[in-house]
């Protein structure tokens, strides 16, 4: 990895199911609906199931490392990154300190004090790396239908998951 990693998050949705929410939805529980998946809010509009965490090489776009949470995690709780690597973040992880040499997370306003002419140089600089990683999940989505999720556990989805990241490294090697 010479020229820095991506790190970012999507969602992938999985059954919520139609039963009301005081059913019981425990290990005994025999359901279609997942077990450990929550609620989140995307723009304005409810979303249920799992993040998708992923680590991305900048330079051939190769899935390096990938976690997955439940859907409420917010996305700065995680960081994959090592020691010696330059990270590449949107705002979403500001305020976060990674295990990386190298942050180039993007800069967010807060009140009071909005962003300087520097940082939104600084922001439009690294928004055009980090474009790179949005192929990755529109592949998973699209490509692969692994947008929607129907196992009831957070381990199924883990090695789903697993499975469909090793899958869009072989489909990347075609483009090497």
Known sequence: ????????ASIITADPGHA????????????????????TKKGKKSE????????????????RRFGTTTASVHDSQIDLSQKGETIYRNKGYFGSIP????DKTMRRAVRGHPLSTKDKRRNRAISRVRSLVERPFAV???????GHLMVTTHLWVHVKMLFVCFSYNLFNLLTI
């Open 20 to 39: 009301p929410a005081d059913k019981p939805r425990g290990d005994v529980a025999k359901t279609r609906r997942s077990r450990d998946g929550s609620w």
């Open 48 to 63: 249920f199931g799992y993040k998708l965490h992923s680590l991305i090489d900048k330079e051939c776009q190769f899935i």
């Open 140 to 146: 998973i989505k699209r490509v692969f239908h692994s």
């Open 99 to 102: 295990f990386a040499s190298m």
């Open 1 to 8: 990895m010479k020229r820095g990693t991506i790190q970012d």
